[in-house]
C-alpha cells in the first residue's frame, strides 16, 4: 500500500483526481449542448470530420471509463471510510449511513439548483445499500458485481432489442406496440430529430428560473428516477470497487509486473471493443436504437475492462515516483473531488447557459475541449495549494463535519507535515 506522509493512500488519492478530470470530457457536452449530443454526435455538435473523431476519441478511451472508475473508486473509498470508522470506535454503520443522508441532500441540492446531470444523489442511494456487502470476500464481491452487471445488461439491451424489430405483420399487436414505444421513447431522448433538443436549447439558453422549473418541477423526481434505471450498473461498479480495494489492486499493493499485465490485456480487449462499436455507429447512421444499446448496453463489459485498466496504468506512474510535482497536483485534485466535481459544474453552468455567458449550443464538439483543457488546468493549479494550507477541500470539510455532527480541524498549523 503506497501511502503519502498524512496517511493517505496515494494510488487512491491520484486515480480520483484523474476521474474527477476525465468525465468532464464527457459531461462537457451535456454542459454545453442539448442532451442528445452525449449519445449522438448526428444530433448536434458535428458527426462529421475533427468533430467525428473528437467523438470517437471520447468514445473508445473516455465515455464510460472514466465514470466508471469514479464509481470503482466510490466503492473502494466507502469501504475505507467504514474501516477507519470501525478502527476508531466511531461506528461504521452509523458514519457510513449519515455520510450518505448528507451526500444525498448535497447532490439533490446540485441536481435542483445548478444540474441535471448530478451523480452524487446516485451514489449516495447506492451507498446506502453496499454498506451490507462491506464484509465479503473479493470472490464474493466479484459475483454480486456480475449478477447486478448482467440485470442492467439485460434490462438496457432488452429495450434496445425491443426498438430495433423491423416492422412485422407477424408481430402481435402488444409487441408492435411496445416496439412503437420504446422506439419513440428512445428517439426522444437520443434521436437526431428529436424535438427535446429544441426544447433544450430554449431552456438553457433563456434565464435561470427556466431551469430551475425544469428541474424541481417538471422533472423533480428524476433522480429518483435516474436510481431505479441505473442502480444495477452502479452498484457492479462500486462492488468491483470494494473487492479491487480488498486485494490490494487499488492501493498499489500488487508488483509492477501484475499491474503492467492487468493494464495491457484491458487495453488490448477493451480498446478493439469499443473501437468497433464506435464504427458500428457510424455505418449505421447513428441510428437511435443502436446509439442507445451501444452506449447503454454493448459497451458496459469494454467500458469496465479500460477503467480497470486506465487504474493499472495510473497505478504504475505513482509506482514509478516519476514526474512527483505533477502526480503531487492530481492527486491533490482527487483529495479534493467533491469539491472539484460541484465546483465544474458551477463553471461550466456559467460557462454555458443563459444566466452567465450564455454558449449553450453555440460551440462544435471538437471546441469543447478548449474549456475542459482550461477547467483542468484551474483545478490543478488551485488543489494542492490549497490542502497546503487547509487538512481537507471546503465541501469535503462541510461534510465532514455534517457527518460527524461537529466541527472538523480546518486550517493546518505551520509546523504540520505538508502532503509528500
Known amino acids: 500500500m503506497i501511502k503519502t506522509s498524512t496517511d493517505r493512500i496515494a494510488t487512491l488519492d491520484t486515480l480520483r483526481g484523474i476521474a474527477v478530470m476525465g468525465i468532464l470530457a464527457m459531461n462537457v457536452v451535456a454542459f454545453a449542448m442539448p442532451f442528445a449530443a452525449y449519445m449522438n454526435p448526428a444530433a448536434y455538435g458535428g458527426s462529421e470530420g475533427i468533430n467525428l473523431y473528437s467523438w470517437l476519441f471520447n468514445t473508445v478511451l473516455i465515455d464510460g471509463k472514466m465514470r466508471g472508475l469514479f464509481s470503482i473508486l466510490f466503492g473502494a473509498s466507502t469501504l475505507l471510510v467504514i474501516q ?3 478502527e476508531a470506535a466511531r461506528g461504521g454503520a452509523g458514519a457510513h449511513y449519515r455520510r450518505m443522508i448528507f451526500l444525498l441532500l448535497f447532490g439533490l441540492v446540485h441536481y435542483y439548483f445548478i444540474w441535471f446531470g448530478d451523480i452524487l444523489s446516485l451514489y449516495a442511494m ?3 445499500i453496499i454498506y451490507v456487502f462491506r464484509n465479503l ?9 456480475i449478477g447486478f452487471l448482467t440485470v442492467s445488461l439485460l434490462i438496457f439491451s432488452s429495450i434496445s432489442l425491443t426498438a430495433s424489430l423491423p416492422d412485422d405483420p407477424n408481430l402481435s399487436a402488444r409487441q408492435n406496440q411496445e416496439r412503437q414505444a420504446a422506439r419513440n421513447q428512445i428517439e426522444l431522448e437520443v434521436g437526431a430529430t ?9 431552456v438553457y439558453r433563456g434565464p435561470y428560473s427556466a431551469q430551475l422549473e425544469r428541474r424541481a418541477v417538471e422533472q423533480a423526481l428524476f433522480p429518483f ?5 441505473f442502480v444495477w450498473e452502479t452498484m457492479g ?10 486485494t490490494g489492486y487499488l492501493t498499489g499493493a500488487l508488483d509492477m509486473a501484475r499491474y503492467r499485465k492487468w493494464a495491457t490485456w484491458c487495453f488490448l480487449i477493451g480498446i478493439p471493443g469499443a473501437f468497433a462499436l464506435g464504427v458500428l455507429e457510424i455505418r449505421g447512421g447513428f441510428d437511435p436504437a443502436l446509439v442507445f444499446g451501444s452506449a447503454a448496453a454493448l459497451s458496459m463489459p469494454f467500458d469496465i475492462l479500460l477503467a480497470i485498466g486506465w487504474a493499472a ?3 504504475l506512474w505513482v509506482k514509478r515516483g516519476g514526474a512527483g510535482h505533477l502526480r503531487d497536483r492530481v492527486a491533490a485534485a482527487g483529495r479534493m473531488a467533491f469539491t472539484n466535481y460541484l465546483m465544474t459544474s458551477v463553471i461550466m453552468t456559467g460557462i454555458f447557459y443563459g444566466w452567465g455567458f450564455g454558449l449553450f449550443g453555440d460551440l462544435n464538439r471538437i471546441s469543447l475541449w478548449v474549456p475542459v483543457l482550461c477547467m483542468w488546468a484551474l483545478i490543478m ?37 505538508q502532503p509528500a
Open 194 to 202: 428529436s424535438p427535446h433538443i429544441q426544447d433544450d436549447l430554449r
Open 225 to 229: 428516477q435516474a436510481f431505479l434505471a
Open 237 to 246: 461498479l462500486m462492488l468491483i470497487g470494494m473487492a479491487l480495494f480488498k
Open 313 to 315: 496504468l495510473v497505478i
Open 84 to 86: 477507519k470508522a470501525d
Open 381 to 417: 493549479a488551485w488543489s494542492k495549494p490549497w490542502l497546503d494550507n487547509f487538512h481537507y477541500g471546503p465541501l469535503e470539510w462541510l461534510w465532514r463535519s455534517l457527518a460527524r455532527a461537529s466541527l472538523q480541524p480546518f486550517r493546518k498549523s505551520p509546523s504540520e507535515p
Open 126 to 128: 447506492c451507498g446506502l
Open 137 to 145: 470476500s473479493p470472490r464474493a464481491l466479484t459475483r454480486w458485481a
